[in-house]
T-cell receptor, first 115, second 115 residues
C-alpha cells in the first residue's frame, strides 16, 4: 500500500563504487523528485521529472544521473561515489504541477553512507 | 530567487503547552503555496498543514494552525496542546505554482516535547 516506496532504505558502500536507488509511486502522480538531506538536515532538491521529462536539474555533479522509465518510477544512479555523497536521499511525488491541492508525498528515504 | 528562513534551529516545549515555530520567506510572487512538513525520528516526511497565499484565512488542522502574514512574508506554525509524538524536525516550504513548480525548504526547526 505504500504510496512512494524507495529502495534500499540503507546503503553502505566504498568510495569509488557505483550505486542506484530506486523509487516507485503508485499514486498516479505526474511529477517525481529527488531531494538530498545532508547531515544538518538541510533538504535540497536535485531533480524533478514530469511525465518522464526532466524539468528541474539543480547544480548536481554529473556523477548523479536520474532515470525515469515511466511516470511511476524515478531512479537515481550515482557513479564514482565520494565521501561527500553520504546523506539521506528522498524520493517524492506530486499529483501534477498544476493541481490546486498540491503537496509532496515522500518516500521513507535512503541513507547512503560512503566509507 | 525564493528563499525560506527558519531562524530557530531548536525549540522545546512542555507537554500540553503551546509552541510557535517561525518561518519567513522572500518572494516577489503574489500567488504561491506554503507548507509545514514534519520529520519525526522515523525519517518519514509528513505534511502538517498547507496555506494558499491568495486565501486570507489562516489554515488549521486540529491542533496545528498557522499565522500567515502575507505582507510581512511570515508563516508561523502554532502547535497547541503539544504531545510527545510532536517531537520532530519541522520544515517550512514554499512553492510557486508556475514554471518548474519547485518546492524550497527551510533549514528546519528541531522541536522536542518534554514530558
Amino acid at each position: 500500500d505504500t504510496a512512494v516506496s524507495q529502495t534500499p532504505k540503507y546503503l553502505v558502500t566504498q568510495m569509488g563504487n557505483d550505486k542506484s536507488i530506486k523509487c516507485e509511486q503508485n499514486l498516479g502522480h505526474d511529477t517525481m523528485y529527488w531531494y538530498k538531506q545532508d547531515s544538518k538536515k538541510f533538504l535540497k532538491i536535485m531533480f524533478s521529472y514530469n511525465n518522464k521529462e526532466l524539468i528541474i536539474n539543480e547544480t548536481v555533479p554529473n556523477r548523479f544521473s536520474p532515470k525515469s522509465p515511466d511516470k511511476a518510477h524515478l531512479n537515481l544512479h550515482i557513479n564514482s561515489l565520494e565521501l561527500g555523497d553520504s546523506a539521506v536521499y528522498f524520493c517524492a511525488s506530486s499529483q501534477s504541477r498544476r493541481a490546486t491541492n498540491e503537496k509532496l508525498f515522500f518516500g521513507s528515504g535512503t541513507q547512503l553512507s560512503v566509507l | 530567487a525564493q528563499t525560506v528562513t527558519q531562524s530557530q534551529p531548536e525549540m522545546s516545549v512542555q507537554e500540553a503547552e503551546t509552541v510557535t515555530l517561525s518561518c519567513t520567506y522572500d518572494t516577489s510572487e503574489s500567488n504561491y503555496y506554503l507548507f509545514w512538513y514534519k520529520q519525526p525520528p522515523s525519517r518519514q516526511m509528513i505534511l502538517v498543514i498547507r496555506q494558499e497565499a491568495y486565501k486570507q484565512q489562516n489554515a488549521t488542522e486540529n491542533r496545528f494552525s498557522v499565522n500567515f502574514q502575507k505582507a510581512a512574508k511570515s508563516f508561523s506554525l502554532k502547535i497547541s496542546d503539544s504531545q510527545l509524538g510532536d517531537t520532530a524536525m519541522y520544515f517550512c516550504a514554499f512553492m510557486k505554482p508556475s514554471g518548474t513548480y519547485k518546492y524550497i525548504f527551510g533549514t528546519g526547526t528541531r522541536l522536542k516535547v518534554l514530558a
